[in-house]
């Protein structure tokens, strides 16, 4: 199966689009959403059946055993996977490689929830795990085709950036080798760094930075000179969303 990077900037463009039902924000926590108004968990089918999601990242791996009508149901990607005559649906494990198995294990969860649930951001080193948490979220859900979980990710991304600020860091790289170009997700990195980014540290660390990044960010700021401000994600967040694709 292709990774999603072999995704082109033209699909992007075909995906992006407002919500029907935008996510509802829930009033516990700035970081938890509530079920998309409307949108209810499916009915347990085959409550026996299961299959294994296998978390991949360097030397770490775990498994996460996961009924199949969920798997299937929320990802038409693991529901091909799993119905064909390929490995996965012989041996009903799918194998996610670079992923955390903190990141697959949240998926795991909003797969049955329709949550995202993050821990309280006690200083900079939590606040760079969530974000980089965040980050995965929403390429595996392009990976999976899942834009509902884009979606949250992404809002909940804008949300903690607001409460706590923008600090460079593993997000923007991880960004950049794995969103698509002309992803929803290197847009908002785009716009808040160019809004609120550390430049000084840009400055000072050029090496550890994607070069790719730095051209485009450059690129916008020039392109918006004299507006800067309306580019804050804040502001415009349906930008940042992808189109939920109903089917028939």
């Known amino acids: ?3 999603s990077n072999n995704i082109v900037e033209g699909d992007w463009q075909s995906r992006l689009g407002i919500l ?9 926590s700035p970081f938890r959403f509530d079920v998309i108004r409307g949108e209810y968990p499916p009915q347990l089918e085959n409550p026996t059946k299961l299959v294994k999601l296998v978390a991949k990242d360097g030397d770490l791996e775990e498994d996460f055993i ?4 969920f798997a299937c149901h929320y990802s038409p990607v ?3 996977a799993f119905n064909s005559d390929f490995l996965e649906g012989q041996t009903q494990t799918y194998t996610i490689i670079d992923a955390t198995p903190h990141a697959v294990k949240i998926l795991v969860e909003w797969l049955y929830t329709q949550l995202i649930n993050t821990a309280p951001i006690e200083d900079d080193a ?9 980050v995965q979220l929403w390429v595996l859900g392009d990976r999976f085709l899942i834009p509902k979980l884009q979606n949250l990710a992404i809002h909940a991304l804008n949300r903690l950036i607001m409460a706590i600020g923008l600090r460079p860091g593993l997000s923007v790289e991880y960004t950049w080798a794995h969103a698509p170009v002309g992803s929803p997700l290197r847009l908002f990195f785009l716009h808040a760094h160019a809004v609120i980014g550390e430049f000084d540290w840009y400055q000072q660390n050029l090496d550890s930075v994607p070069k790719e990044f730095l ?3 450059l690129e916008i700021i020039g392109d918006n000179q004299g507006c800067l401000e309306e580019l804050l994600p804040n502001h415009h967040m349906t930008r ?7 089917e028939q």
């Open 20 to 28: 029907t039902h935008a996510p509802q924000h829930s009033a516990i």
């Open 240 to 246: 940042y969303e992808v189109r939920e694709i109903i």
């Open 78 to 80: 693991l529901r091909a």
């Open 66 to 69: 996961v009924h199949k009508y």
């Open 215 to 217: 051209a485009e960010l």
């Open 1 to 3: 199966m292709s990774s």
């Open 126 to 134: 939590v606040h760079v795990q969530q974000r980089h948490l965040l």
